[in-house]
């Protein structure tokens, strides 16, 4: 057996540092390598002279990493970068059933955009799955990808035709889905998935089990920030390079708050620590051009705000008071995200 395998798909393969095996297969396009613990993830290598066998996932990766992507197996003997040693091949197991039936098909921008701006924000809390989860749900020819860590709520859509199904996506499987490249294909065999659900990019593809929760219903919270009486425009780019300096300078207690305020454009400060007077000191940045109102100054986690922006584009933000939800639109995404209190003179 001759086998390639290049940085980028042992990376995808290695999402869990305790993974025992994988599984090697010819395919019609080369060599399919499978590896599985809590999910399932499968790429197409490059390779020749493959017959079925299960690896140790770590001896793989061995030979992979000291013959730089490119080794061979025969009789037992690895050869890879010149050096050989030997490379006991498992019992082969049998494949895991794989769901026939599509339910979505999306461009390879499309699902990039759900994922980067939306998947983010799932809760990181994993005694909390049915927020450590993305909800993807078509309902009325829209389909609505959904992420929330009880602090913020991101939400994408976009046009879908075809029957209306849901599925609650688990964290790790969405993180390994994030690295391919391609447009999405969703199979699942049941509308309310509750079994195994296929997604593949490309020439890759993942296969979990479904999140058995419910997911909060974001209607209410979508409706209440909808007729916001303030709204200012600004260009997310501007507002990004300054967020990033005051992450940068902010004070070293951990977290970075942002006070954001309208005045003749989007003014936004933060403190930092002065070792001159070994005291906490304000630092407002230039003025960004914008457009509105706003009313009272609001104060935010930098980090919250950065992930509700786009990298580029006009943003809108809507608001009401200084500690109610405030509304971030740009293109099909929203974002909710929840102020933090702070003594605004």
């Not at 013959?67 to 030997?86: H, M, Q, R, V």
């Not at 630092?283 to 609001?298: E, S």
Request: net charge positive; charged share 25%.
């Amino acid at each position: 057996m001759n086998l390639t395998i290049n940085p980028k798909q042992l990376r995808r393969l290695a999402f869990d540092k305790h993974l025992p095996f994988v599984d090697i297969r010819p395919c019609r396009k080369g060599t399919r390598l499978t590896t599985s613990l809590s999910h399932t993830v499968s790429v197409v290598a490059e390779g020749t002279d493959v017959t079925p066998m299960r690896l140790s996932f770590p001896d793989v990766v061995r030979a992979a990493k000291i013959g730089k992507g490119t080794f061979s197996l025969d009789k037992g003997i690895c050869t890879a970068g010149g050096y050989t040693f030997p490379m006991k091949a498992l019992p082969v197991g049998d494949e895991l059933p794989r769901p026939t039936k599509v339910r979505l098909r999306m461009s390879d921008a499309d699902i990039t955009t759900a994922l980067t701006r939306v998947a983010n924000v799932m809760s990181k809390d994993e005694t909390r799955p049915h927020l450590a989860c993305l909800h993807v749900q078509r309902k009325d020819g829209v389909v609505a990808f959904t992420a929330t860590g009880g602090h913020r709520l991101h939400r994408a859509t976009f046009p879908s035709p075809g029957k209306d199904f849901v599925v609650l996506i688990p964290a790790d499987t969405v993180r390994s889905l994030a690295t391919m490249t391609g447009d999405l294909v969703l199979r699942a065999d049941d509308p309310s998935a509750t079994q195994r659900v296929l997604l593949r990019r490309g020439r890759e593809w993942v296969l979990c089990m479904p999140v058995d929760a419910r997911f909060p219903d974001a209607a209410p919270t979508l409706k209440a920030v909808e007729n916001l009486p303030h709204a200012v425009t600004v260009d997310s780019s501007a507002m990004r390079a300054t967020l990033a300096v005051m992450k940068k300078h902010a004070t070293s207690l951990g977290v970075c708050s942002v006070r954001m305020k309208y005045r003749d454009g989007m003014r936004l400060s933060c403190t930092f620590w002065s070792d001159a007077t070994d005291t906490e000191q304000r630092m407002t940045a230039p003025t960004i051009a914008a457009t509105g109102a706003m009313g009272k100054a609001v104060c935010v986690a930098a980090a919250y705000l950065m992930d509700a922006l786009p990298t580029k584009g006009d943003v809108t933000m809507r608001f009401a008071g200084e500690l109610d939800p405030f509304l971030v639109e740009s293109g099909s995404v929203r974002a909710v995200v929840m102020p933090r209190r702070e003594k605004l003179d």
